[in-house]
Structures are given as C-alpha cells and as structure tokens.
C-alpha cells in the first residue's frame, strides 16, 4: 500500500478514526498491531509470515537472554537471533546474488556450474524491520534495555505501519515505550502531522517522481553519447530524485505517526548542506547511520583494546560496505559503500591532522563526490 494512493488516504481516515474512539489502550494497539498486518499484506500477503517469525522468535530469545546468567547461553541464544534473521534477509534479498557470483567463480576454475532458476520474490521493507528486530535483542544482550513488558506492545513495535516498510529505524528504547501508556494526538499534533504526511507526499509525488525523476530518466536511459551539461543536469536530477524520494516517505512515516500521537526520529536532516562526508552521514539516513555506528563501527572497534588510526580507517570501510550492501545485493552497491567508506577514512584523517578546509570548499567537494556516487544507486549494474 503506497501513501501516495487514494487506499491509504482511506486507510489511514479509518486508523485515525478507531484510535480516537472511545476504546480500551489495549484494544487501541490492537487495532494498530491488525491496520500494520493489512497495510504489509496489502503488499504481499504470504510475506506476513516472515513478520510473525521475526516476531515470536525474537519475543522469545530476548527474554531467555535476560534471564539467563551463563554468558556461554547467552552468547549462543544472540547467534541464534542472528542467524533467524540475517538468515532469512540472506536467503530473500542475497540469495541469487551470492548464487550468481558462485557461478562466476566456478567458471574461473573451468567448473561450468548452472545454478536453479531464483524466482524468489524481495519481501518489501524486510531490510528495514530485521535491524528493528535485531537490535531488540542485542540492546537486552548489551543491557541497554529490559524486554518489552507486553508481547503485543513488541509485536506492535515491529509492525508500525507508518515506518515499516521504509523507516527510519526505530530503536527499541525509543519506541516500544510509547506503547505503554495511552496514547493520542492533541489538536496541535494532529494538524502538525498531517501537514508533514502532506509535505512528504508532495516531495515523493511532485517533486521526486513529477520533476526530476523524467528528466533523471531522460539521460540515464539514453543510448546516445551526452553532453557534459546533459550529463550532468540528469546526475543533479537524480541526486534531487533520491533525497525527495527517501526524505518524502520518512517525512510522511513521521507525520502520520504524530497524528496518532507517536514520535519517530528524524532521518534527514538538510544532506546537500554537509560539509564533509561525516556531517554527511549525520545528515543523511541519520537512523540507519545511528544503527550502524552502534551496531556495527562501535562493536567491531572494541574487538581490539589497542585503537590505532589504521584500526579506525579499517572498521570505517567496513561499516560502510554493510551499509552497501544493506542497500541493494549488487557490486555496485559494495561499490557505493566502499566509496563512502574511503571518503569519510580522508575526512577522518583530514580532521585529525587539523588540515585547513574552507567551508565553501568543503561544502563543494562534499556535495560533488555525494552526487557522482549516487549515480551507482541510478545505475544498479556496471552497465548502467
């Protein structure tokens, strides 16, 4: 189900109008847990199940880490956390391509190895609910939070319809406490929300898909030799296309949330305005960044006691390569993130030997490597 329809105009009058009717709080989550089930199905059906798997094993193998005082056990259970959901994001979004590349090895070797034909269907926004999933269980693990005191109030958490097929990344912390206690929209919230669904929409409709994407699509699908200034309007054209594209969803995902009386973080904050590819990145996406750098950068950088520069360089590219291929199962994607990863190693570098950079330099440099490299999410294969 797509905000920009007239179905989730009427699906969401219907939502707002149950969770401002005189019911019980636990019947109010329940309408929500039930209107988040109908607005994933609306998708796909079937792909519900992946939902409730994540769901029930994760419930579960929090709490018995929580309870469990052995750290052996409780290692093995996060492994097993881990490898329900990383399996199943493998299995559906890396499947045919690890496959692929299998097949191009064995060829290397002389070995002319044919895969089965991989029909299997991307679940929509499976990317973005197993990092909510996973980092319930490895904030109990860490003891950074308590399991949730309500299955439903879990349930719900994973499944908000606003942000579960696009963002941003909730954490735990942050959102299942707002399910314990009743909660709905003032007046002034209300019309704040629908005024953001209003301004995410207009981005996604008119401006990322009614603007830029034509012109974006004119150049990348051109079987002509351009222009440079051809070339260079359509890469600009895309760059604008992405930001309103993402920056749209989350910014209807926030505001109707607000119009039921939640609060979701902020995922984009100005971008194009960064001056240096770490403001970037403080800008950009801004909770995938934050569940990355305490997931991923923060994680791997203890797994040494001594933190050397060269350390930090390295982690740095790592994490940025996950974030790659979070984004898409392509070489051009690790690609994306491997860029990324090196430009904010020099930004380190850069910083920590206190090199001189004026701003509107820093903003030129930062803005024109930003976009070169978001063609790579234009272009999806080396040939284009």
Do not use: C
């Not at 305005?273 to 801004?286: E, K, L, N, P, T």
């Not at 206190?354 to 976009?371: D, S």
């Amino acid at each position: 189900m797509l905000f920009n329809s007239l179905t989730f105009v009427v699906f969401f009058a219907i939502i707002l109008a149950l969770h401002n009717a005189p019911f019980s709080w636990r019947t109010k989550k329940f309408n929500l847990l039930t209107a988040s089930y109908l607005f994933y199905a609306a998708w796909n059906p079937p792909f519900v199940v992946l939902l409730w798997i994540s769901t029930v094993v994760d419930w579960h193998v929090a709490r018995w880490i929580y309870e469990e005082d052995r750290q052996a056990r409780r290692r093995m259970l996060l492994i097993l956390s881990l490898l329900v959901n990383l399996g199943i994001l493998g299995f559906f979004k890396y499947g045919n391509f690890l496959l692929e590349n299998w097949q191009t090895l064995m060829a290397t070797f002389g070995i002319d190895y044919q895969p089965p034909g991989w029909n299997i269907i991307l679940p929509v926004g499976i990317s973005f609910y197993t990092f909510q999933t996973m980092a319930y269980s490895l904030d109990i693990y860490l003891h950074r939070a308590k399991p949730a005191k309500s299955f439903l109030d879990f349930a719900l958490f994973v499944t908000f319809f606003p942000q579960l097929v696009a963002g941003p990344i909730v954490r735990p912390t942050h959102l299942i406490p707002q399910f314990e206690q009743e909660r709905r929209a003032t007046k002034a919230m209300l019309l704040w929300g629908l005024g953001l669904m209003t301004i995410g929409i207009f981005q996604k409709v008119v401006i990322a898909d009614g603007l830029l994407a034509p012109a974006a699509e004119d150049v990348f699908s051109s079987t002509e030799t351009l222009r440079f200034a051809d070339a260079w309007l359509g890469t600009l054209a895309f760059s604008g296309q992405i930001f309103s594209d993402f920056a749209g969803y989350s910014t209807t995902a926030i505001g109707a949330s607000m119009a039921l009386g939640f609060s979701l973080p902020t995922n984009f904050r100005f971008p194009y305005a960064a001056i240096g590819f770490s403001d970037f990145w403080q800008r950009w996406h801004m909770t995938l960044t934050r569940f990355l750098t305490t997931y991923v950068f923060s994680a791997t950088l203890r797994l040494r006691r001594s933190i050397s520069l060269f350390w930090v360089a390295a982690v740095t590219i790592l994490t940025m390569l996950v974030s790659g291929i979070w984004h898409g199962a392509t070489w051009v994607f690790i690609l994306f993130g491997l860029s990324h990863g090196i430009a904010l190693v020099v930004n380190r570098v850069w910083r920590n030997y206190h090199l001189p950079m004026w701003p509107v330099l820093g903003w030129g440099i930062t803005f024109v490597f930003v976009t070169v490299v978001n063609v790579l999410f234009r272009a999806e294969t080396w040939d284009g």
